[in-house]
């Protein structure tokens, strides 16, 4: 089960961390992506994190964002900050349970979880 949480409104250049919880991932290959998709926009990833703490950022993102993950509690964070209105999306938490030494391609994703929406405001 995957639960994405801690969207919401923010101004431009503000903060907002989200969380994933992936409870029931046990796979020691397991990666952990998040993804956004805009409006009239495809789904383009943003950041994965893979079981041994190796990680991704995309090039818009870059500098701005960083992710984490908590094992004992199941959960990757990605802390946002200089949030900009292009930031605006719904964003998604998705696990590859095989994924190795991760991929920023949604295909490669077995499971999604709900999004949630982030709206940076001008």
């Known amino acids: 089960q995957l639960q994405a949480s801690g969207g919401g409104l923010v101004q431009a250049g503000g903060s907002l961390r989200l969380s994933c919880l992936a409870s029931?991932?046990?796979?020691?290959?397991?990666?952990i992506g998040w993804f956004r998709q805009a409006p009239g926009k495809e789904r383009e990833g943003v950041s994965y994190i893979t079981s041994g703490g190796r990680n991704y950022f995309a090039d818009s993102v870059k500098g701005r964002f960083t992710i984490s993950r908590d094992n004992a509690k199941n959960t990757v964070y990605l802390q946002m900050n200089s949030l900009k209105p292009e930031d605006t999306a719904v964003y998604y938490c998705a696990v590859d349970t095989f994924g190795g030494s991760g991929s920023s391609d949604p295909d490669e994703y077995d499971y999604w979880g709900r999004g949630t929406l982030v709206t940076v405001s001008s």
């Open positions: 029931g991932f046990t796979s020691q290959y397991a990666v």
